[in-house]
């Protein structure tokens, strides 16, 4: 029958002696490049959120205010969604395989308001949805797959340690199965990230062979394996997906239960650092810029290419002190400020071609989000972000700032 209309509407355009249009197309967007240095001021946004109920409409329909924060979602309109991977909770059991669709009561902790989902799956699917770029990070290591270190574990998760090498063949097959998902799916997943905050005793301990700042670190020796694996998977993976090295957490320098960025990528093997193109790193406002030292350190291990440098996680609040440095934020309006004068500056710097806001929803012990917990108020930041996203170009003009009394 459809066949039979077009068939009809061309012999009646020819009629009158019209040419018939082609039907309407809607191509898929030219990819934005984030993997290596801009040629010149540049700066992308992203976004890391848990509940794809924020990002699309995930079957069965939810009520308000679901919706309307949706929509305040795609305003901001990120090129990048990040996504985490939690090992541990896909994959307790090493004699079963990860279950890529774990329901989710979708409550911040106990918070409401509430949306389920199904776990990763239903986070690609949002992801397919709003066609932007994918990124997944790795994090949590499920207790069959720890080794435990000798060495300082101050701060440290009591499921932290270091993976076991007879692990890493099931790490190697969970980065495999959750691309073939988000193919399944048609999500673009292009970036990987072999695991989260490396440099942090709550992901990787011990940290170091004793607590004292001068003592070796070990996080290096933690993390390598995990990249080489990473590396693996993706070489074996169908598509054409980047490795992001890095994901450290902004200590700048050591400490006695931490390990330095510039530390970190020193100690890490050549063969490592210099197997990606781009370094991912956290610098919450409030805190030191890393991006300086970072850049440094990076140079020093002379790889063949210049890192891009992405800012994966980023956001204004009072973050705990055990888990950021941001520790000078003393009003919302003043954070909002600072983020402009950051982004600013890393619009700036053409190795920074990426910062990505933590999270869109507030997580209530860890307030740096855009809207409150209960999803009644938004933070000044949120305007902020979509000023610097929407359909801005990252190679346009900075937008004026958002917050009050200007940046």
Request: aromatic fraction near 6%; charge should be neutral.
């Amino acid at each position: 029958m459809l066949v039979l209309a077009a068939v009809l509407a061309v012999l009646f355009l020819s009629s009158r002696g019209e040419e018939p249009r082609p039907p309407a197309t809607h191509p898929k967007p030219a990819p934005i490049v984030l993997d290596r240095p801009a040629s010149g001021p540049s700066l992308a946004v992203g976004i890391t959120e848990a509940n794809p109920n924020l990002i699309a409409d995930i079957p069965p329909p939810d009520p308000a205010p679901w919706p309307h924060w949706r929509a305040e979602m795609a305003r901001l309109n990120p090129v990048v969604y990040r996504i985490f991977v939690p090992w541990n909770e896909v994959q307790p059991r090493a004699d079963a395989p990860p279950n890529l669709a774990l329901p989710d009561n979708g409550c911040v902790r106990n918070k409401g308001p509430c949306a389920s989902f199904a776990g990763l799956r239903d986070q690609l699917r949002a992801l397919a949805a709003r066609r932007w770029q994918g990124m997944i990070v790795l994090a949590g290591l499920p207790d069959w797959a720890v080794a435990h270190v000798p060495g300082c574990r101050r701060g440290a998760s009591p499921v932290a340690g270091f993976p076991r090498e007879d692990a890493l063949p099931a790490y190697r097959t969970l980065i495999a199965d959750v691309l073939a998902l988000a193919h399944e799916e048609g999500a673009d997943v292009r970036y990987v990230s072999p695991y989260n905050e490396p440099n942090h005793p709550y992901s990787l301990a011990p940290q170091r062979t004793r607590c004292d700042p001068s003592a070796p670190s070990l996080a290096a020796r933690g993390y390598a394996p995990l990249a080489r694996a990473a590396r693996e998977a993706l070489a074996d993976a169908p598509g054409d997906q980047e490795l992001v090295l890095g994901e450290t957490a902004g200590f700048r320098e050591p400490t006695a239960r931490a390990t330095g960025v510039p530390e970190m990528i020193r100690e890490l093997p050549r063969s490592v650092v210099c197997s990606a193109r781009v370094w991912s790193q956290h610098a919450y406002i409030g805190g030191t810029d890393p991006v300086a030292v970072v850049e440094k350190a990076l140079d020093a291990r002379g790889c063949p290419r210049r890192y891009a440098i992405w800012i994966t996680e980023t956001g204004v609040g009072p973050a705990p002190g055990g888990l950021s440095l941001a520790r000078g934020i003393t009003s919302q309006a003043q954070g909002c400020r600072l983020l402009h004068q950051r982004l600013l500056q890393w619009y700036r710097d053409p190795r920074v071609t990426l910062a990505v806001q933590y999270e869109f929803r507030e997580d209530n012990l860890f307030p740096t989000g855009l809207v409150t917990t209960d999803l009644t108020r938004t933070r000044p930041a949120l305007a902020e972000w979509q000023a610097w996203g929407g359909d801005r170009k990252p190679d346009a003009p900075p937008p004026k700032s958002t917050c009050a009394n200007g940046g």
